[in-house]
């Protein structure tokens, strides 16, 4: 099988995976008990967490340790909507547990922040116009989009929140081990998890300030703001994974990927001259590619169904909100035409997805194309 | 170094580690994913769902898969405190996450049920009273207490509160994996953890109704009551390590380990007379034995500190507790006479410990009183 569905999980690294099988022999005490094996996984949470810090350009002692992204966000939204009586502003393409959870925590007190129909990046004169005016909570938007890949201008929005001294959310759980995270951790708050980027699933992370409100209470770990026995292991995997990816993204191997990922579209706009790649125009990961197939197939589970038989797993947007046959709220948030989530097909490749792979994808698009009849 | 700490948290299990290792190479697609690898990540977790339902006897349907008991704990009484206007009632002895959860989610609407004194087991009699004249939101009684080992009567407990049509909480996170957990799927609310029997860290679940306000919002997966991507690997490994305890369980290993502890405990009063088992006379966990040394140390971490050096991990008591230096609560709801939690030490044995370890750790002890002076 090809997988190209790293944007809802990335297997695990080999590196990440001797991490955890080392952990969970050398580091199996509890870091809270008193005696020396808990005082050594403490300290490993310690070497982790400044992992962490240093990746995101902040102090270790801003980021709590969480069980993944959504987790995070409940927490964060929980935090402020607790905190504040204002309204939140968060982009209206953000990741359905953002927009669950403002729907939870800020009932009748937040609104979408437009992106640019077509490009799919934040509207930041929109931003900028609305701070003018009005004073939120708080204002979120993600660094990354999981189902198109498109990157946020989500310094620009941080820079413009701190003008006007209103606190910035970034979900960052799709750019952490893709690329750079230097300046995420200027942003106040921070979500993020591992397993996007070949660390295990079940670790995720907040920046956040000392003061946060816990959303899980009971013991006194992470300093207060997350009760819960440390997910050890997990957790120095997810370090491991973060470093190996992050020595990586130092050299050439982004500028590498994004030209495969550029070939694969310049290939398939001439094979299939009725694809549409999604926010083209705007800067995307390098991993990802978001297209609308020719409209001859009917439905997009049947493009999914053909490649998997194929060989290919790709996915039809957002692996939270995949199952649901409703339309993408990002497609709709970019104005990406009537129906169009029917033909949606979101390709992700990940750390060690070669060129090789991605024409392979093309070949099995063009097999597909034909059995369909949609070329 | 000889472990006596399991009830913090329990080494990973041979069985466990390879089921991880297998599920992280073979099913590292997320379960909500459109393709074949998906599918098989999902049935996974099913097979794993079904494996605890049986260990709990309930229907696999009212199993969600959470980040920990804790996690457990306050998604119940959240869920709880948002679906009644009642007072929760909740066992003195309860873990402080269940504790912290009541304070924050039931504000002056809880109330502590007593525990006979010195037994450390709920008071039956006062629950009974209590609602033949209320009815309380809830009633929390955890199965076998963490700090003691003190095995509580929720089964009695749970058919009371069943006559009176009041919901039944049990926080079985010292019961499963160590008892035959027949008859806790009968309870409305379970909550429990797959690292206190040799699961991973991280992994938790609750058994709840269908309808079961989510904590955690976002995608729809446990059926839309816990959302965020699940830890296949995690869940999987989990359910080893349980299907490897209830096997054992069904042999005469408990017996066995049981009769290993009270020779501890009978070598031990001779030993060293000035020794008081907590909850003697109640029936305990054959795994934990929770005793208050003799007088003459003067701080609690002597002991442990001694113990350590002299090669036995033990505990001061509750992990999630450890580090602050306050007294015990279920000491004090057990009336074990003032300033006691500055003499308690808790041992509690795991799977692979045996006879020979217990023998060691009352070696040590006898080291530790005379280098304390407290012979």
Known sequence: ??????????????????????????????????HRAG??????????RDRLAASLGCPAANLVWTSGATESANAVLRHLAANS???????????????????RDFPGRHRFLPVVPKLGTVDLDALSDALRHDRPAAVAVMAANNETGVIQPW????????????????????????????GLGDCDYVVGCAH????????????????????????????????????????????????ERDAAIATNAIAERTAWRDRFIGNLMTALPGTTVIGLDAPRLWNTVAVLMPPAADCRRRWVVKLDRLGIAASTGSACSSGKEKPS?????????????????RFSAGWETTA????????????????LGAT
Chains 1, 2 share one sequence.
């Open 356 to 371: 090789a792979d991605w024409d392979t994808v093309l070949a099995a698009l063009k097999s597909a194309a034909m059995e």
């Open 39 to 48: 005082a050594r996984a403490a300290a490993a949470l310690d070497v982790a």
């Open 85 to 103: 009586t204002g309204t939140l502003w968060l982009s209206a393409v953000e990741h359905p547990c953002f927009i669950a959870a403002a729907q």
């Open 196 to 243: 996007k980027f070949g660390g295990p699933a079940g670790v995720g992370w907040i920046r956040c300030p000392s003061d946060f409100t816990p959303s899980i209470v009971g013991g006194p770990q992470e300093e207060g703001r997350r009760a819960g026995t440390e997910n050890v292991a997990g957790i120095v995997s997810s370090a491991a994974a973060l470093a």
């Open 329 to 345: 709220h990002v497609l709709e948030a970019m104005r990406v035409g009537e129906g169009a989530s029917d033909r949606l097909l």
């Open 155 to 182: 310094q620009r929005a941080r820079d413009l929140c701190r003008e006007h001294g209103v606190p910035f959310v970034c979900d960052a759980a799709q750019w952490t081990g893709k690329l750079a995270s230097t």
């Open 1 to 34: 099988m090809t997988y190209f569905d790293h944007n809802a999980t990335h297997p695990l690294s080999a590196a990440a995976r001797e991490a955890w099988v080392d952990a969970t022999s050398r580091l199996s005490a509890n870091p809270s008990a008193p």
